[in-house]
């Protein structure tokens, strides 16, 4: 969504008296205390540049000069009491030339050197106009040269969905807006359906356009990077919406949503194994970076999944077959245990390892595959990982790069330098279950005719049948018994704790499917896979879909 049209700039001069100081005494005092900007001052106010926090009449005095300045529609002036007037200036202008006027900030009582706000304003074009209202925060420094207090710049000062570089837009969308509806026909929106907000601005940049719609009058956010898409933040009138047809469930996307937002942090997605229709996509919190697609984590022993179907196929185990389970392993000079230290007795069976999440039982085999590049080749040939996923939005498509020593050890157990977001882990779960990658989609092929992804080979039927025979006993008895006891049908899992430098408590993953849909799901420092994420996905998959 780009507008070409011609707006004239909100602004005009004027004087501003704020607890007593004159606006004249800020006006020769850009600073660069944490920004860009410049500045002048004498050499008597050198030797009188305070230090230390803004105290909170400076705070009071600093925020209410800067409101009062952008209230005014006079971005000169409100962007020389931040400490970056070169980059303020222009978003503060886009502001005005987004024709919002009649502004109103009702600052809140200030936290420390933090003072939150509210903003209502109207934006009018072309005789149509609507409220625009929203909260944000600003935060008060002293300035490096100077001493003075000054806004520390952001463009989330202006608004919290502002990023470095874009600006504010009123006009004539070029890209008429959609109607996206899940496979049933039902109407998906940002509004009942908050996870899907970014999700929906990225098919309407795509497919806007040959979807049969007409343009409308909005006011949005544009990103400089112009590969990414428009933020709407106003409609003012409406368009013809052209439909896009998604491979979503209404019911399965409702599920995920309620679900994520019992942790702080938390994401799942939804796959059908036996055509990688993507059923649910939800992130808690919801960012313009979509952590459900594009993260990049350890997804702990979930991975397990994958390296047994590599053990399986080179004949070093069999599901039934012994597998010894020690405590602790030493490969290459790193050490490996299972969680507290548990050990399997003697003569217990690979799918008890598996179904117990046993790290050492895994380890102890590696080098009996006499090819340090077998777990990313079978990563990128049977599961499809690394390749160029073409789903209908951005995904990142997992990594599992070749090492060596204790670094492969780590990758067997879904450690070290193995990546995944959610979205693998559900569509290698999907893998597993059919036996066959089919690249996730979230809109249907036949909308643009694009090129997807394909696995080099399938898995034999007998592993496939052995790894979800292994899936079935972790959901049964296994780690994963508890979260999936509310789940009917056909039904396996796997959990996983993926730890984190730095992070005390780790990474919670946890994937399943029941009957023809498969999910993962992370909870970070949700702890054990099976306690945070597991009742995750179990939520996902009792909506169906």
């Excluded at 020690?326 to 069976?349: E, I, M, R």
């Excluded at 992070?503 to 498969?518: C, K, P, R, V």
Aim: proline share 5%; glycine share 12%.
């Amino acid at each position: 969504m780009r507008s070409g049209a011609k707006v004239a700039v909100i602004g005009g001069a004027f004087v501003l008296v704020a607890g007593g100081i004159g606006y004249g005494a800020y006006s020769m005092l850009g600073d660069t205390g944490g920004g860009g900007g410049g500045g002048t001052q004498s050499a008597s106010q050198s030797s009188k540049v305070k230090t230390g926090p803004p105290s909170a009449e400076e705070i009071a005095e600093t925020s209410k000069g800067f409101f009062d300045a952008w209230a005014a529609g006079d971005p000169s002036a409100a962007a020389l009491l931040t400490n970056n007037e070169a980059g303020a200036e222009p978003v503060l202008a886009s502001y005005g030339d987004a024709h919002i006027g009649k502004v109103k900030i009702t600052p809140g009582p200030a936290v420390g050197t933090k003072v939150p706000y509210t903003v209502k304003a109207t934006v009018a074009y072309e005789g149509k106009s609507k409220p625009l209202s929203y909260a944000s925060e600003l935060t008060v420094v002293r300035g490096l040269t100077t001493g003075k207090a000054l806004v520390d710049w952001d463009p989330t000062v202006v608004h919290p969905q502002l990023t470095e570089g874009a600006t504010l837009k009123t006009g004539e969308s070029s890209t008429p807006a959609i109607e996206a509806v899940d496979r049933n026909g039902t109407v998906l929106t940002k509004e009942k359906y908050p996870s899907l907000g970014p999700i929906l601005d990225t098919l309407r940049q795509k497919y806007g356009e040959t979807s049969g719609g007409s343009a409308g009058i909005e006011t949005w956010i544009e990103p400089a990077d112009e590969s990414q898409p428009d933020v709407n933040l106003l409609t003012l009138a409406k368009g013809k919406p052209g439909k896009v047809q998604t491979t979503l469930d209404a019911n399965a996307q409702a599920a995920a949503e309620r679900a994520v937002k019992k942790f702080a942090e938390a994401s799942v997605v939804a796959v059908k194994p036996s055509t990688g229709a993507i059923r649910a996509v939800a992130n808690n919190p919801v960012t313009e970076f979509n952590v459900a697609l594009q993260g990049k984590q350890a997804p702990g022993s979930t991975l397990k999944i994958m390296t047994a179907a590599l053990l399986l196929e080179k004949g070093l185990v069999t599901a039934n077959g012994a597998a010894e389970c020690p405590k602790d392993v030493l490969y290459q000079g790193a050490s490996f245990h299972n969680l507290k230290n548990f050990a399997l007795p003697d003569g217990s069976t690979f799918t008890q390892s598996f179904a117990k999440s046993c790290n050492t039982a895994f380890i102890k085999l590696i080098d009996d595959t006499k090819d340090d590049a077998a777990l990313p080749k079978i990563a990128k040939d049977v599961f499809g990982i690394s390749l160029d996923w073409k789903t209908g939005v951005v995904t990142t498509d997992g990594s599992v790069p070749e090492e060596a020593g204790g670094e492969a050890a780590a990758q067997y157990i879904g450690q070290g330098t193995v990546q995944m977001n959610v979205l693998n882990m559900a569509s290698i779960t999907a893998t597993a279950r059919t036996g066959v990658f089919r690249q996730p989609v979230i809109v249907p092929q036949s909308l643009d005719d694009r090129e997807l992804a394909t696995a080099s080979r399938s898995l034999s039927p007998s592993v496939s049948q052995q790894l979800t025979t292994m899936m079935r006993a972790t959901a049964a008895w296994g780690t994963g018994a508890k979260a999936m006891a509310g789940v009917g049908g056909d039904k396996g899992a796997k959990t996983g704790s993926a730890e984190v430098d730095g992070q005390d408590t780790s990474n919670a993953w946890f994937t399943g499917f029941s009957n023809d849909l498969a999910a993962a799901a992370v909870v970070q420092t949700g702890g054990h896979g099976g306690d945070a994420a597991g009742p995750v996905v179990a939520e996902v998959l009792k909506a169906g879909g």
